[in-house]
């Protein structure tokens, strides 16, 4: 399912640049910023995870990301344009039942535990956070009127590791009481790839966009468990 999306999102943006006819640009007065802020709200989801894992992932997991990118329109016609510059993005999963013990020791594979009938956190998560470079080809229906205008984008985005913890609140018996009320946060890195290749692409009018984010590149390490690719679907707000 992910992958038919984020396959529709691509061919949307691709058929975009195909319907504008010939101008001569040099008598076209072009008022647009050269820069931008762009908010990444997501709904987070992981592709590659056998059963035993996504039944017990949570429908809450959702990420957030911030990037500020310089937009170079072509001169030969701004319709089109070049954007990089720097990001942050961060996912959170959500987990029921199960731990994920990135401070394992002794072992090589990264244990995800069934807690069906142990104790367990009624709230617990796997956060990642990663420093970007974002790239994207962007198109611009009307560049004379950029805030109003449809517009689309296809990119990449390559990133670095900067934090990867879960975080438990609450810890339950296996009915459900509550044994103690506390938070417990264990911080590791380990087990996860230090960078990662990220596919993009967003549609949409104005300052909102539909984006999808696929990962190309595994989350964890060859052979600390299964080939997990991230992917998020959610809005962007650009322009800010």
């Keep these: 399912m992910k992958k038919i999306i984020f396959t529709a999102l691509a061919f949307a943006c691709s058929l975009a640049v195909f319907a504008q ?3 001569d640009w040099k008598k076209e007065i072009i ?3 050269s820069d931008h802020i762009l908010l990444q709200l997501t709904s987070d989801r992981w ?11 949570g429908g809450l997991s959702r990420g957030l990301g911030i990037s ?3 937009d170079k329109p072509f001169k030969t016609d701004p319709h089109w344009s070049i954007a990089f510059g720097v990001g942050i993005n961060g996912s959170s999963m959500f987990f029921k039942r199960m731990s994920v013990d990135i401070d394992a020791t002794g072992t090589g594979k990264l244990p995800f535990t069934n807690l069906d009938s142990a104790d367990r956190f009624k709230k617990y998560k796997l956060v990642t956070a990663y420093l970007e470079v974002p790239v994207e080809l962007r198109y ?3 560049p004379q009127k950029e805030n109003r205008s449809w517009k689309a984008a296809l990119g990449l985005k390559i990133g670095t590791l ?6 438990g609140k609450n810890l339950q018996d296996k009915n459900d009481n509550t044994i103690n009320s506390y938070t417990e946060k264990v911080s590791k890195k380990s087990f996860f790839n230090s960078s990662r290749v990220v596919a993009t692409a967003r549609i949409g009018i104005g300052h909102f966009t539909l984006v999808g ?4 590149s595994s989350l964890l390490k060859d052979g600390t468990g299964p080939t997990i690719r991230p992917y998020q679907i959610g809005l962007c707000i650009s322009g800010l």
Aim: proline letters at 9%; hydrophobic letters at 35%.
């Design 21 to 23: 006819p010939k101008k």
């Design 31 to 33: 008022d647009r910023p």
């Design 47 to 57: 592709s590659g995870v056998p059963d035993s894992i996504s039944s017990h992932m």
């Design 68 to 70: 500020f990118m310089f």
């Design 140 to 142: 611009t229906f009307s």
């Design 162 to 167: 900067i934090n990867a913890h879960t975080k």
């Design 213 to 216: 984010n696929y990962a190309v």
